[in-house]
């Protein structure tokens, strides 16, 4: 584990950014003067991830104001939670705080997950939704499964809608890093760590420009990623479901036999078929769940990094220049 440091920063802020051209100024002008009223030391880590749009420049003009704002440039689209990972990496201060910059996370709560976690001493503050009544009901009834079900099958530890927005000590930052997971879900793995905590309850609030990031497709894939990298339920599941196919296929069998014995045997097609696609069906439900795993273990053994880092402003100068940065990408 990397040792701990004593940081000249006080305070980083942590946001993943994709394809939020539209978002950066409005995020940018509710978030310095936050900052700026803090009082301590700060620095603000943006990471684009593989954008394709302006952001990347759109950032670097803004930093030529905000000396304070470091542009990390991913090589390429990794996804959110690789992203901000590349932040953790980066970020040097005391505490960090991860916030999206779409502002339906408001930034004035961070000012109280600071003051708590100095009055409470503790080192995770977690940001929980009270109210997402500016969430579709879709978008809400979704989230409420997600979370319970991660509640039963990965541990009570869970947070309820508690999602990105955290502040976490340096200890805890140096342990996220230095851990080997692959696919790390964030909002899982932080809680599972044990270390003291407190929350801070605040409205969601409707993105403030752009298009969401989670469309149905990614938010399917995030609760997958979820549940396989955290549990082996879905393994169970595959088990029990074996066990109730056993279990229907012995039933047809004595019922069979049954008819026979009593010389009602009537050829039919209705028993076979029923059996052969609930078989077929249940065996490819569990070599599906069975490959997801497998793959997972496959990548873990390329060892290959989840991110590249075309630069960071604040360790290459000649990243200023976004033509630079075009040529280089």
């Known amino acids: 584990m990397p040792q701990s440091f004593v940081s000249p920063v006080t305070l980083s802020v942590v946001t993943p950014m994709y394809n939020e051209r539209e978002a950066v100024d409005h995020f940018v002008?509710?978030?310095?003067?936050?900052?700026?009223?803090?009082?301590?030391?700060?620095?603000?880590?943006?990471?684009?991830?593989?954008?394709?749009?302006?952001?990347?420049?759109?950032?670097?003009?803004?930093?030529?104001?905000?000396?304070?704002?470091?542009?990390?440039?991913?090589?390429?689209?990794?996804?959110?939670?690789?992203?901000?990972?590349?932040?953790?990496?980066?970020?040097?201060?005391?505490?960090?705080?991860?916030?999206?910059?779409?502002?339906?996370?408001?930034?004035?709560?961070?000012?109280?997950m600071l003051a708590a976690a100095h009055e409470q001493r503790v080192d995770v503050v977690y940001g929980v939704r009270g109210d997402r009544s500016t969430d579709t009901v879709f978008k809400r009834r979704t989230a409420g499964i997600y979370y319970w079900t991660m509640r039963r099958l990965a541990g009570p530890w869970v947070s309820d809608q508690a999602g990105d927005f955290r502040l976490m000590s340096r200890a805890v930052v140096d342990v996220l890093n230095a851990l080997p997971e692959q696919n790390p879900i964030y909002r899982l793995v932080v809680p599972s760590l044990g270390f003291a905590s407190a929350e801070v309850s605040y409205v969601r609030a409707e993105r403030v420009a752009g298009e969401t990031k989670y469309p149905l497709s990614k938010m399917i894939k995030l609760t997958l990623d979820s549940l396989t990298s955290f549990s082996a339920a879905p393994l169970r599941i595959a088990t029990w479901l074996?066990?109730?196919?056993?279990?229907?296929?012995?039933?047809?069998?004595?019922?069979?036999?049954?008819?026979?014995?009593?010389?009602?045997?009537?050829?039919?097609?209705?028993?076979?078929?029923?059996?052969?696609?609930?078989?077929?069906?249940?065996?490819?439900?569990?070599?599906?769940?069975?490959g997801e795993y497998i793959g997972r273990i496959y990548a873990a053994t390329q060892n290959r990094p989840r991110f590249l880092v075309a630069f960071?402003?604040?360790?290459?100068?000649?990243?200023?220049?976004?033509?630079?940065?075009?040529?280089r990408r």
């Open 29 to 112: 002008g509710r978030l310095r003067p936050v900052l700026d009223g803090l009082g301590v030391t700060y620095e603000v880590v943006a990471v684009d991830d593989g954008s394709r749009d302006a952001t990347v420049s759109r950032l670097l003009q803004l930093r030529a104001d905000w000396s304070a704002l470091r542009v990390v440039a991913l090589r390429r689209n990794v996804g959110h939670q690789a992203a901000l990972a590349a932040g953790l990496q980066s970020a040097r201060g005391e505490f960090v705080v991860s916030i999206d910059a779409d502002l339906q996370d408001p930034p004035e709560v961070i000012g109280e």
């Open 242 to 290: 074996g066990i109730l196919s056993f279990l229907v296929c012995l039933g047809l069998i004595v019922s069979g036999l049954t008819a026979w014995a009593m010389g009602a045997v009537v050829p039919g097609w209705t028993s076979l078929y029923i059996a052969v696609l609930l078989l077929g069906g249940i065996q490819l439900i569990c070599l599906g769940l069975l």
């Open 312 to 327: 960071d402003t604040d360790k290459d100068a000649a990243a200023v220049d976004p033509a630079e940065l075009a040529a």
